[in-house]
C-alpha cells in the first residue's frame, strides 16, 4: 500500500458538491487508502479565525472533530485539506501539514514514473 489519506472537505467543496469529485480522484491513485473526515467547518472560515476576536471560537470550532481526528490519523497518514485557511488551522491546531489536493497527485504522478 502506498498509505493512508484522511481528507477535509473545504466549507466551499461541500456547499458546492466539490468534495465528491476530490475523493473520487484521489481513490485513482493505486493503493491509497482515502477516508474522508467527517467534520463541519475548520473553524477558519476565511480569514475569521485571524480575527483576535474570534480566535476562541475559531479554535473550539476546530476541536469539535476536525484536529481530534486528525490527531488519531496517525503520522503515517497523509492529511489532506485544499483550503488554505483549513490548512493553517490544521497545522496550528494539531502540528500536521496537509496538503491540497494537487500536491497529492503530483506526488503520485511523480512515483508512477519511477
Known amino acids: 500500500t502506498v498509505g493512508r489519506a484522511k481528507v477535509h472537505g473545504h466549507c466551499h ?7 465528491t469529485p476530490v475523493m473520487t480522484v484521489l ?8 477516508e474522508a ?16 476576536e474570534h480566535i476562541d471560537a475559531s479554535r473550539q470550532m476546530a476541536e469539535l472533530s476536525l484536529l481530534p481526528a486528525i490527531r488519531e490519523a496517525g503520522e503515517d497518514a497523509w492529511i489532506v485539506a485544499d483550503g488554505t485557511s483549513c490548512r493553517h488551522q ?12 494537487a500536491r497529492v497527485l ?9
Request: hydrophobic fraction near 40%.
Open 13 to 19: 467543496q461541500k456547499a458546492f458538491d466539490a468534495f
Open 27 to 34: 481513490n485513482w491513485i493505486p493503493e491509497l487508502d482515502v
Open 37 to 52: 473526515i467527517v467534520s463541519s467547518c475548520c473553524g477558519m472560515a476565511g480569514s475569521f479565525g485571524y480575527e483576535v
Open 90 to 101: 490544521i497545522l496550528d491546531g494539531a502540528g500536521r501539514e496537509a496538503l491540497h489536493v
Open 106 to 114: 503530483e506526488t503520485a504522478l511523480s512515483r508512477r514514473k519511477t
